[in-house]
């Protein structure tokens, strides 16, 4: 189901069929580097994920992780959308592109359609983003679409992460 289209780029929801997309992006070096390791090992891991991540979360939150394509729906990007962790107090944007698609605006483009997305439709007056210390690259996305640095927050055992929160004005 498509959720959010803007000039360049589509969202929908993922299904149980981007099980081998997922399990490419997953297993990125960068992903494992600044997101973590989410031992999806085969497509099997890969369709677990999505069952009990964003399909989980679809049913019941209304919204979650969502592919990021082109408009055509021919070329698949990433992911982007909105979580509820039980890490952090608010629900937060995270995304994740495959590293051939870096630098061409992407990720600011999808990441601000999705902040505008829990606003409009889910009310969300404050929305958190965290990254890893020296993901510069997702920090300048976050600083581009309005978000703002808050602190370093320790989550669990592993190192700090950056948080970034953007608030929304009542309408």
């Not at 000039?7 to 960068?30: C, H, K």
């Not at 982007?80 to 592109?97: F, N, S």
Request: include cysteine; charge should be negative.
């Amino acid at each position: 189901m498509r959720v959010l289209q803007t000039e360049r780029l589509s969202l929908r929801w993922l299904t149980l069929e981007d099980a081998p997309f997922v399990f490419e992006l997953v297993n990125e070096p960068s992903w494992l580097h600044f997101i973590g390791d989410k031992n999806v090992r085969n497509l099997e891991d890969a369709r677990h994920y999505l069952r009990t991540g964003p399909l989980d979360m679809y049913s019941r939150l209304g919204f979650g992780m969502f592919m990021l394509e082109l408009t055509d729906g021919a070329l698949p990007l990433g992911m982007c959308g909105l979580l509820k962790r039980d890490t952090l107090p608010e629900v937060d944007v995270g995304y994740a592109l495959s590293p051939q698609h870096w630098g061409k605006g992407y990720a600011s483009e999808a990441v601000a359609a999705v902040l505008d997305y829990g606003y409009r439709t889910h009310g969300l007056r404050r929305v958190l983003a965290i990254t890893s210390q020296d993901n510069d690259s997702s920090v300048r996305v976050l600083e581009k679409v309005g978000m703002k640095y808050q602190q370093l927050l320790q989550l669990g055992d592993k190192d700090p992460v950056k948080l970034f929160a953007r608030e929304f004005d009542a309408a």
